[in-house]
């Protein structure tokens, strides 16, 4: 059975960090791709990051880019989304999702077969 644990959400002011982390448990995490998404007040979930298993190679979306970094961790099976910059746009609740995918696929909601129940990110203006 996965299971995925998100930790790390709370309230902080914009222009702060914060660090998600998402532990894994389940299948070989060697072979299983990472990913982040959001949803906030009244939105669609949206992609925010990911990090495939494979090559390691990392996928942003572009309202994220240059502020987040997603990272993966093999030996505490844990992913992490270093996010810095906040603004009060990234206020949302923040999912990981899991997948044995790799590729461009993993910009899609539809490609994660397991989800975490999410954390919440408040960034005050």
């Known amino acids: 059975q996965v299971l995925l644990v998100e930790s790390g959400g709370g309230v902080v002011q914009a222009g702060g960090s914060l660090r998600l982390s998402c532990v894994y448990s389940?299948?070989?995490?060697?072979?299983?791709?990472m990913g982040w998404f959001r949803q906030g007040p009244g939105k669609e979930r949206e992609f925010v990051a990911a990090?495939?298993?494979?090559?390691?190679?990392?996928y942003y979306s572009d309202s994220v880019k240059g502020r987040f970094a997603i990272s993966r961790d093999g030996v505490k099976k844990t992913a992490f989304l270093q996010m810095s910059s906040l603004q009060a746009e990234d206020t949302a609740v923040y999912y990981c999702a899991s997948t044995p995918l790799i590729g461009e696929r993993l910009s899609s909601r539809a490609s994660y077969d397991h989800w975490g129940q999410g954390t919440q990110v408040t960034v005050s203006s």
């Open positions: 389940g299948r070989p995490f060697s072979r299983i791709s």
């Open positions: 990090v495939s298993w494979s090559s390691g190679r990392t």
